[in-house]
């Protein structure tokens, strides 16, 4: 199994392909890698990230056949997630005069994280550290994915350390190589989906974040991509470039669009006959707008279409003073977009009091959406004025996305 990356840089990380599911909700059906990487220089060694903390013994094992711990002197804390700093604590326990570089933030992630003192060297874009032959340059990107994370670039290389991004839970079954170039087809194919899902599961809610970090990355000569899960990219590193920045750029369209989700659950029909009144004024205020019912419709398709839509109308029943499962099931599954500040409303019909309108609403406002208007509500059956009050909720609404 090949490991080197390139001259004195080796792929020191572990494999984990027993894991199912990732950060307790996102299914990996072909585990993951922890990656971390080792380079040394001719006068200084630095490390890029660790591994996840149930793995110390596999990790530190790989790590210490190149070389004694106490010669490594620096570690690149790319990102505090466990799973790739999950062996610092024991690292400064073992080696506490090594020097941890990192992102201005990042630093109370450390402390918090190990509870331990450490050298600490914090960096911002465009720093360099000379290894002796081999320049490490240092990009804060943060909210890719949490607020401490960076990216590093060997200069001499030409390889990015992209930390989360361009990442992919994959390792291959049957394959022991760790490079994209040395998967067969079947593989390859398979790595890609995983790429892909890796995108549309964790990185999806920050396309701003995206968008920002390309465009600090855009003039770097990038011959492989070294992601901190995953296949290393040495094969076509431009598509996977592209790929994220066409994604990213859904964002814009989101911005500059004027469509509306609605989702909706009724049990017996009268919040689906609110949601077709809502609809119409919303039509009436010329705005896009696409309708789903959350007990029948795809994930998929209702977190897509909540993705490109500048609103989001939440239509619920009220079954044993709480909203019903599909309406909570969805509620969950938006953790894969940024919501804040999304325009939302609530609408239902109950029979005794409403309480599950109450609680759609305060869970829009904690996810941090802005809740527009009052909730439209109906007792029961609604009647004709009803559903015209319905009609002029809708439109209202939509006058405050065109606005
Ligand atoms: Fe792979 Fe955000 O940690």
Excluded at 141 to 160: A, G, N, Q, R
Aim: glycine share 6%; charged share 20%.
């Amino acid at each position: 199994m090949r490991t080197l990356l390139a001259p004195s840089v080796h792929w020191v990380g572990v494999k984990d392909p027993e894991l199912a599911i990732f950060d307790i909700v996102v299914p990996t059906e072909h585990g993951t890698t922890y990656n971390s990487y080792l380079i040394q220089g001719s006068e200084k060694c630095a490390l890029i990230d660790t591994s996840k903390a149930n793995f110390s013994k596999e990790y530190f094992t790989h790590l210490e056949k190149h070389l004694p711990l106490q010669k490594i002197d620096y570690i690149v804390v790319q990102h505090t997630e466990p799973d790739h700093a999950g062996c610092l604590r024991e690292f400064l326990e073992r080696h506490p005069e090594v020097t941890l570089i990192h992102s201005k933030p990042c630093k109370r992630f450390i402390q918090t994280l190990t509870n331990l003192p450490f050298n600490s060297m914090a960096i911002e874009s465009g720093d360099e550290l000379d290894l002796g032959g081999k320049t490490l340059r240092f990009f804060s990107t943060p909210f890719l994915h949490w607020p401490d994370t960076m990216m590093s670039y060997l200069v001499e290389d030409k390889i990015l350390f992209s930390c989360d991004v361009m990442g992919s839970h994959f390792t291959s079954e049957t394959n022991p190589e760790i490079f994209n170039s040395l998967l067969d087809e079947k593989d390859y194919l398979a790595s890609i989906e995983a790429f892909k899902y890796y995108y549309a599961m964790i990185m999806r809610p920050y396309k701003e974040h995206i968008i920002k970090a390309f465009e600090l990355l855009e003039k770097l000569d990038v011959q492989m991509i070294a992601p901190s899960h995953g296949p290393i990219l040495d094969m076509e590193p431009r598509f996977f470039f592209d790929w994220y920045r066409a994604r990213a750029k859904n964002y814009l369209l989101r911005l500059n669009g004027q469509k509306v989700t609605i989702i909706y659950a009724s049990a017996y029909g009268n919040t689906a006959k609110m949601m077709e009144s809502v609809k119409a004024g919303l039509l009436d205020a010329g705005v896009e707008v696409a309708v789903f019912d959350a007990s029948s419709s795809a994930m998929a398709e209702m977190i897509d279409s909540i993705e490109l839509s500048t609103g989001i109308l939440l239509g619920t029943s009220t079954i044993n003073a709480k909203a019903p499962e599909p309406i909570l099931h969805l509620i969950a599954n938006l953790v894969v977009l940024s919501m804040n500040g999304r325009k939302a409303g609530v609408f239902g019909s109950f029979g005794w009091s409403g309480e599950g309108i109450a609680m759609t609403e305060r869970i829009c406002e904690v996810m941090k959406m802005k809740i527009v208007q009052e909730p439209y509500k109906v007792q029961m059956a609604p009647s004709s004025a009803q559903l015209e009050e319905g009609r002029e909720w809708g439109y209202n609404f939509g006058l405050k996305i065109i606005e």
